[in-house]
């Protein structure tokens, strides 16, 4: 049974408009939350992070928000740009996992011109 | 700039033989994982290690075995390759995680991943 579910397999997205890509989870032990960003042939790359004491993290386009009453999280990409295109995974940790991370299935986004 | 390098971008191998996937870090990491990608399961561990000469499993260990003799590298090895370890294997470093007094944990770097085949 997945703890980390992102039930949306893919989104399309018209360029300059907003992007929200959701992720859920199940374990209420996790305190830390990460997002990475896959190209094709690539290997995913870090893009912004958010701890349990916090609601909201925001770094230039991307803001991240997390509702831990309803363990669910989301990653607003404003504007939208067509190099945004990529998979989306959503990762999440928590003291008694060490230093792992448990990954989403991941979102593939397309940013359309 | 941290790199995370894998031996192979692409391999092809026969059902049952012995596969080694490398993987070297430059950044002096004492943290080291293997995962594989699969459509629609996104990344899943198969063993990690902490230190040199240490290693742990992972969520799906079954079918790999590890090594870690220098820091530096972290090799993932296929004692006898099945079909369905065909996949997208990826290499992952990170410094420790801060104390548990701490409210965040460091990332990990990724490698450019390795496409295995198994025939």
């Known amino acids: 049974d997945q703890q980390v579910k992102q039930n949306s397999p893919s989104l399309s997205v018209q360029e300059g408009r907003i992007s929200i890509l959701n992720c859920d989870y199940t374990?209420?032990?996790?305190?830390?939350f990460l997002w990475y960003k896959k190209y094709p042939a690539e290997g995913p790359t870090f893009l912004i992070s958010i701890s349990s004491i916090k609601d909201k993290n925001e770094d230039g386009r991307f803001t991240v928000f997390l509702n831990k009453s309803a363990k669910h999280l989301s990653l607003h990409i404003v504007p939208s740009q067509p190099g945004d295109s990529a998979v989306y995974f959503c990762a999440a940790s928590a003291r008694n996992y060490g230093q792992n991370f448990v990954f989403g299935p991941g979102t593939r986004l397309s940013v359309l011109p | 700039d941290v790199k995370v390098t894998q031996s192979s971008r692409y391999l092809v191998k026969r059902t049952g033989e012995k596969v080694f996937l490398e993987c070297v870090q430059d950044?002096?990491?004492?943290?080291m994982f293997w995962y594989r990608q699969d459509p629609g399961l996104g990344l899943r561990l198969i063993y990690f290690s902490y230190d040199v000469k240490m290693k742990e499993k992972g969520d799906i260990p079954e079918g790999y075995s590890v090594s870690r003799e220098k820091k530096e590298r972290f090799s993932l090895i296929l004692e006898s390759a099945s079909t369905n370890q065909t996949s997208m294997y990826l290499c992952?470093?990170?410094?420790?995680?801060?104390?548990?007094?701490?409210?965040?944990?460091?990332?990990?770097?990724f490698g450019p991943g390795t496409r295995l085949t198994v025939l």
């Open positions: 374990n209420s032990m996790f305190d830390y």
């Open positions: 950044m002096d990491h004492e943290n």
């Open positions: 992952a470093s990170s410094l420790p995680s801060p104390g548990t007094s701490s409210t965040s944990y460091n990332e990990q770097f």
